[in-house]
């Protein structure tokens, strides 16, 4: 069994340092054909609504390239299953005690040792699902917002460069401001 703390044996994309590029059109798009390729997977499994919800699906925004989708389902019962399925399309399942996040189900879409796209699922209710999209939609409508969590990510980009988690847990504050300022 692999040793999950020594990540010399982790995969070249679990390692990926943060590139915040420019916005790109295509983005939308590529949520776009993403959702609908999922949606083909994954309908035997009740799932029939898929959010392109990352910074990728904000116009103007700066981002990792990487298009990040959710979905939900009412148990995490059959993910195994359903990682199979993924595993076909490209996708890698990060088990919750790899991914630090229990309350969802995470996978990764890599290409050419790349990441490019996530999909997060998430539990039917889950309060986390109206955060994201209200918080999506919130800056799609505040051209301030897109613009103040552009300098945001980009400094955090720099300083946390090799650190994923402290970049998304820095990112918290300014996304509470947002969600209160509805």
């Known amino acids: 069994m692999k040793d999950i703390q020594d990540e010399s044996t982790w995969p070249v994309w679990a390692n990926e340092k943060i590139e915040i590029v420019d916005s790109d059109p295509n983005w939308v798009l590529k949520g776009a054909q993403e959702k609908a390729r ?47 399925i993924l595993e076909s399309d490209g996708w890698n399942y990060v088990p919750p005690h790899l991914d630090g996040r229990t309350w969802q189900r995470f996978f990764v879409k890599v290409v050419n040792n790349k990441r490019v796209a996530h999909l997060h699922i998430l539990i039917e209710g889950d309060e986390r699902w109206d955060k994201h999209i209200l918080f999506r939609d919130l800056l799609r409508n505040n051209q301030q917002f897109i613009e103040d969590y552009a300098i945001l990510k980009r400094s955090l980009a720099k300083k946390y460069n090799n650190d994923r988690e402290a970049y998304t847990k820095a990112k918290n504050e300014f996304i509470t401001y947002v969600l209160d300022t509805n």
Request: proline content about 6%; charged content about 15%; overall charge negative.
């Open 38 to 84: 999922l949606l083909a997977l994954l309908s035997s499994f009740g799932i029939n609504e898929i959010q392109h919800y990352g910074s990728t699906s904000i116009p103007n925004l700066p981002a990792k390239p990487i298009i990040d989708l959710m979905t939900k389902v009412d148990t995490f019962k059959q993910i195994e299953e359903l990682a199979s």
